[in-house]
């Protein structure tokens, strides 16, 4: 069973749209849960860290955990162009697990 | 803003050859990572090393595979005898703390092309 799966994707949105992505995960022992952004051949860049269920806002993203459904959400509101990357999701503790990304492209 | 700096960006290399990758992870982090992303998977947890030793490791860290803090400030992967593949992208990460309780901050990568 795979530990975290993520929608790879592309998902293609126009400008301004409501970008909601989504990760599922396995293990119920994960506490602590990220969103990275990662542009094409660079690293990953945190954008946001939660570490209980509930939601978390920060400026246009909003991150969301559900540990009974084992279910994490980003949401990217007013979307803009420079938000096309790959989005991964990571879960764990001191070894992060990762998603498979989604691609993320958004249209002007 | 502090960073994260790995090089080379990008190295090629034969197979059965040695490779050093390097990073200098952000001054005042305790902790530092490996992880690989091999081209089109999922970015991969390799080693993770505190306190000039391996605090975990994958089954993918192998006897091929070393790390070291030679120097106080470089946080270096050896690979010893490279196979094919070993071709990924692989991004050292550091953070003050252990991972979850803080968060980590990625290089931006060194590409490995073994031929």
């Known amino acids: 069973q795979k530990e975290v799966e993520q929608d790879p994707g592309p998902l293609s949105v126009p400008e301004g749209a409501i970008v909601s992505l989504n990760c599922t995960y396995s293990?119920?022992?994960?506490?602590?849960f990220m969103w990275y952004r990662q542009y094409s051949r660079k690293g990953p860049e945190l954008l946001m860290y939660?570490?209980?269920?509930g939601n978390k806002e920060d400026g246009r993203f909003t991150a969301q955990v559900d540990k009974s459904s084992k279910y994490i959400s980003l949401f990217i509101r007013d979307s803009q162009p420079s938000d096309s990357a790959t989005y991964l999701c990571a879960i764990g503790g001191n070894m992060l697990t990762f998603g498979g990304g989604t691609r993320l492209m958004v249209k002007p | 803003e502090p960073e994260v700096t790995q090089t080379p960006s990008h190295q090629v290399t034969q197979m059965g050859q040695e490779v050093i990758l390097r990073c200098v992870p952000i001054s005042n982090h305790l902790y530092f990572y490996w992880y690989r992303q091999i081209l089109g998977q999922k970015v991969e947890f390799l080693v993770s090393f505190y306190n000039n030793e391996i605090s975990e490791k994958s089954e993918i860290f192998d006897d091929q595979f070393s790390v070291e803090r030679p120097d106080g400030s470089n946080f270096t992967l050896k690979i010893r005898s490279t196979k094919l593949e070993d071709s990924a992208m692989y991004f050292c990460?550091?953070?003050?703390?252990?991972?979850?309780?803080?968060?980590?901050?990625f290089g931006a990568g060194s590409r490995l092309t073994v031929l």
């Open positions: 293990n119920s022992a994960f506490q602590y």
């Open positions: 990460a550091s953070s003050r703390d252990r991972a979850g309780a803080n968060v980590l901050t």
């Open positions: 939660t570490y209980s269920s």
